[in-house]
């Protein structure tokens, strides 16, 4: 992992060894056991929408399941082994759709908590770009009217997540309260 020169290398190692000593399995404390309660029979007919929308357009994996073979399949199957996950055993079309529920069960968490400030849109559902040039505007506009002058930097990180720091990530999740079955 790259870190830049104005990161605090002191703190940096002291959060790795902060973060090596979480347990590997945690307790789930948010209201509603949110990385706790099963996956039921009605949240998989969400997961099937999403499927439909994506038919043809995605082969097949290694263990051959399509994502018809997943359409096909009663919703009760999908839900309790999806709620028996272990990664390590799921491929291709069914481990997209255990990651399908993991990734709305932390949506829904980062929404309670008011976690994503309402500025961001990205990897957002019905948030849009143009939200961005609105709030650019604004503050262009407000500049002027106030004489300030206004900095913009626009970034593109490609390829940010290999130079996230990770142990970091796990502790602010931890702090926040993502604990539980879906995050150990």
């Given at each position: 992992?790259f ?10 190692v002291?959060?790795r060894?902060?973060a090596e ?7 789930d404390?948010t ?7 099963p996956?039921?029979d009605?949240k998989l007919?969400?997961?099937?929408q999403r ?11 290694i263990d051959?399941?399509?994502?018809q073979?997943?359409l096909?399949t ?13 990664l390590?055993?799921l491929e291709?079309c069914i481990l ?6 993991i990734?709305?069960?932390?949506r ?7 976690v994503?400030?309402a500025?961001?849109?990205?990897f ?8 961005n ?11 002027r009217?106030s004489?300030?002058?206004?900095h913009?930097v626009f ?6 997540f ?5 142990p970091?990530?796990?502790?602010k999740?931890?702090?926040?309260g ?5 995050s150990?």
């Amino acid at each position: 992992m790259f870190i830049a020169p104005s990161f605090n290398a002191l703190l940096h190692v002291a959060t790795r060894d902060e973060a090596e000593m979480i347990p590997e399995c945690t307790t789930d404390r948010t209201p509603g056991d949110i990385f706790s309660r099963p996956f039921i029979d009605d949240k998989l007919d969400w997961v099937k929408q999403r499927l439909r929308e994506h038919i043809g357009r995605i082969a097949a994996g290694i263990d051959q399941v399509t994502y018809q073979d997943i359409l096909s399949t009663p919703n009760d199957a999908l839900a309790s082994l999806c709620n028996t996950y272990r990664l390590i055993g799921l491929e291709s079309c069914i481990l997209k759709v255990a990651t399908l529920l993991i990734d709305r069960r932390f949506r829904e968490w980062a929404e309670g908590e008011k976690v994503i400030p309402a500025s961001q849109n990205g990897f957002r559902p019905a948030y849009r770009n143009k939200a961005n040039a609105f709030i650019l505007r604004t503050a262009i506009e407000k500049a002027r009217a106030s004489g300030e002058t206004l900095h913009v930097v626009f970034m593109d990180l490609s390829n940010a997540f290999p130079s996230t720091d990770q142990p970091l990530l796990w502790l602010k999740l931890l702090r926040r309260g993502a604990t539980g079955p879906m995050s150990d």
